[in-house]
């Protein structure tokens, strides 16, 4: 009896998710599935990020952005100060407008454009303050529409020029890892 192509194919996944479980397993190589935190980092607690640019009250939704989005990661929990195993600090240091799209009608007038934010991160250990991950540069965009006048227009875009921040962030503190010892 000739075996059909679907049999083939059932046999194949198998092996597939085998040898991709195999290749996933704690210890190879020294890469974990999941979050790459030391295990006992379990906590952590996000003060109001520090916001070194000109624009104002940047560092209230970035720092709920943030909070927010270790929330849905699930890898780590958010405690008060005294509670934590970890502290992220985050300093906002650059936030900038670029214009991506122009009127047809006036060059030089910009219709769309495109928001970056800026953090340096740090987080540390609560007990000892040694730094776990670090990155001096994450940057989170979105771009906008300008629709009437241009704060309310930056306004539209903060939401998710901080959402896609704190998910870099987040990604950046939980991914980080250090080769085996």
């Given amino acids: ?13 198998p092996i597939g998710a085998l040898l991709l479980l195999l290749a996933l397993q704690p210890g190879c190589a020294g890469y974990r599935l999941g979050s ?14 520090v916001n ?23 890898s780590l929990r958010i405690a008060g100060a005294a509670q934590a195993d970890a502290q992220l600090s985050v300093r906002l240091v650059d936030f900038r407008l670029q214009p991506i799209a122009f009127d ?16 340096s991160i740090t987080m ?4 000892t303050g040694q730094v776990i991950a670090s990155d001096p540069r994450v940057t989170g965009e979105a771009t906008f529409i ?18 896609d921040l704190a998910h870099l962030i987040i990604s950046r503190v939980v991914e980080a890892w250090e080769p085996p010892q």
Avoid at 40 to 49: L, M, N, Q, S, Y
Avoid at 104 to 119: H, L, N, S, V, W
């Fill in 52 to 74: 070194e640019t000109d624009e104002p009250l940047l560092e209230i939704e970035t720092t709920r952005a943030a909070i927010s989005e270790i929330q849905r990661d699930g």
């Fill in 104 to 119: 047809r009608q006036q060059r030089a007038a910009a219709e769309e454009y495109r928001m970056f934010i800026t953090a």
């Fill in 146 to 163: 300008l629709a009437g006048d241009m704060t309310s227009s930056k306004q539209s875009a903060l939401p998710d020029a901080s959402r």
């Fill in 124 to 127: 540390t250990r609560a007990d």
């Fill in 36 to 49: 790459m935190l030391p295990p006992d980092i379990r906590t952590v607690h996000v003060p109001t990020f």
């Fill in 1 to 13: 009896m000739k075996k059909k192509p679907a049999d083939k194919a059932r046999r194949a996944v």
